[in-house]
């Protein structure tokens, strides 16, 4: 299992954190200071969110939730990759499998969830599991009476035909494909292992298949990436058919082995005006190719569906490390296999923290995710939380109409801007993603930890 030092984290961080920053003409702040500013602002004024055992692990759903489904095990292992996950074996495959089976049985019997919107199914690489996989998404059906999309992560290597005849036994109308580049060197400096070709390969052969979202990601920021190696990219992607081109920094994941993997492979992170300029020059082109703006790392080509795997506002997750939020909790499952394994087959739910939100919490969550969608309509606020977001955000609203990071669009909607676009996606580095480096790499110490303190 991946655990990463510290060391190698705050080594990575010294670098990036102490950089400053200009949000507006004439006003800089260093990386840092803005992220206590934003902590402040999330957890409250030196507050710490808590994660703790659950007393009662039985997560209960008033309101519509999608299911996630993490899938933690992959053929590859690259280096710059955060998600949980083991290599692939056949009795690691076969053991998650009924796990999972386990899990579903559990949840179906304990838990109540009626009004099921989607599934989503990440990795790891699911496509490892074979027909497994599919025989987990029909449980899903069949046990919790799912009957919507079905999203599914997948990797170029996996698009073969036995593949392709999974993805078609799940059902899948939305598929996300994990291709990082088209250029052979890119690839190779990041260890993926396998080539431009099949990348486009892959790529050629879902588009035939179709799906209602066919998703790219790509990162960019990557060292010695240029404009012209991203538009190629990007280029690829539109013609070979992607609906949706979702585009990554490499710097997106310090809690990864990122510092180590930095050191041995000499690479460098261009500079932050490198990876601004890009992050710009990837919104003009997308708008002028058709695609529309969907989150802060997604364009949708216009009328198409956009795949998203974090802006469902109620989630159900099942496998290791899987996290729910049922609108008042968080919980999260154990990280460990084993011990995800043991607890199912002991009949209990492998549910290893949570956290209560408080109402203020929840606000602040539902306004993040939405702005992270770059739209926010604040009659919904009203109807959800039944106060008026212009007064409960009054002065928020302030600094960031000055910053120009919002503007009021359409009825009573709010967009975030190109600049508030590319803040928030710099900020999801530093702040969102630094909780959940904390959180993870604790849970990758210890499968049943007693407390975790953010
Ligand atoms: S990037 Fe994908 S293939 Fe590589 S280790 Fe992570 S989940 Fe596995």
């Not at 309101?63 to 993490?70: E, F, N, R």
């Not at 049985?105 to 099921?116: D, P």
């Not at 909780?435 to 049943?448: H, I």
Request: charged share 20%; hydrophobic share 40%.
């Amino acid at each position: 299992m991946l655990i990463r030092s510290y060391s190698s984290l705050s080594n990575f961080y010294k670098v990036t954190r102490k950089q400053s920053v200009r949000l507006s003409k004439g006003f800089s702040v260093t990386v840092s200071a803005l992220e206590k500013i934003l902590r402040t602002f999330i957890a409250g004024s030196g507050k710490q969110l808590v994660f703790e055992k659950p007393l009662e692990s039985n997560p209960h759903f008033n309101d519509p939730a999608g299911l996630y489904l993490h899938i933690p095990l992959c053929h590859n292992y690259c280096s710059f990759c955060p998600y949980l996950k083991e290599r692939y074996t056949d009795g690691l495959g076969l053991l998650l499998f009924e796990a999972i089976k386990r899990e579903i049985h559990i949840f179906s019997e304990k838990c109540s969830l009626t009004n099921i919107t989607s599934l989503y199914v990440g990795g790891g690489s699911p496509l490892v599991l074979g027909l497994m996989l599919s025989e987990l998404v029909d449980l899903f059906r069949s046990k919790l009476h799912f009957d919507g999309d079905v999203a599914i992560e997948v990797h170029p290597n996996d698009i073969t035909g036995k593949g392709v005849e999974v993805i078609q036994r799940c059902n899948a109308s939305m598929i996300s494909l994990g291709v990082q580049s088209f250029d052979d060197r890119v690839l190779k400096s990041i260890g993926r292992q396998y080539g431009a070709t099949v990348a486009k390969s892959a790529l050629s052969v879902l588009y035939k298949t179709g799906f209602d979202s066919l998703n790219v990601d790509l990162l960019f920021a990557i060292d010695g990436q240029d404009w012209e190696s991203v538009k190629t990219d990007l280029q690829n992607a539109r013609d070979l058919g992607a609906t949706q081109i979702t585009c990554y920094p490499l710097f997106t994941f310090p809690y990864t082995e990122i510092g180590r993997y930095l050191n041995l492979k000499k690479v460098k992170l261009p500079p932050f005006s490198v990876r601004k300029n890009i992050y710009y020059k990837i919104h003009e082109w997308c708008l002028r190719n058709g695609y529309v703006r969907t989150s802060v790392w997604s364009f949708t080509l216009s009328g198409n569906k956009p795949f998203s795997s974090v802006t469902r506002e109620r989630f159900a997750g099942f496998g290791p490390s899987a996290g729910s939020y049922n609108g008042r909790q968080f919980y999260f499952n154990t990280f460990d296999i084993t011990a995800y394994a043991e607890k199912s087959d002991q009949g209990y739910l492998p549910v290893a923290l949570t956290m209560d939100v408080p109402v203020e919490l929840q606000r602040l969550f539902w306004v993040y995710w939405r702005f992270y969608e770059t739209s926010i309509d604040t009659d919904t606020y009203r109807h959800k939380f039944g106060g008026d977001f212009f007064k409960d955000f009054k002065i928020q609203l302030i600094i960031l109409t000055w910053l120009k990071w919002i503007e009021k669009e359409s009825g009573s909607h709010l967009r975030l801007t190109a600049r508030g676009s590319h803040w928030l996606h710099l900020l999801q580095n530093f702040v969102a993603l630094n909780y959940t480096s904390k959180l993870w790499e604790q849970m990758k110490q210890c499968a049943w930890p007693s407390r975790i303190d953010l």
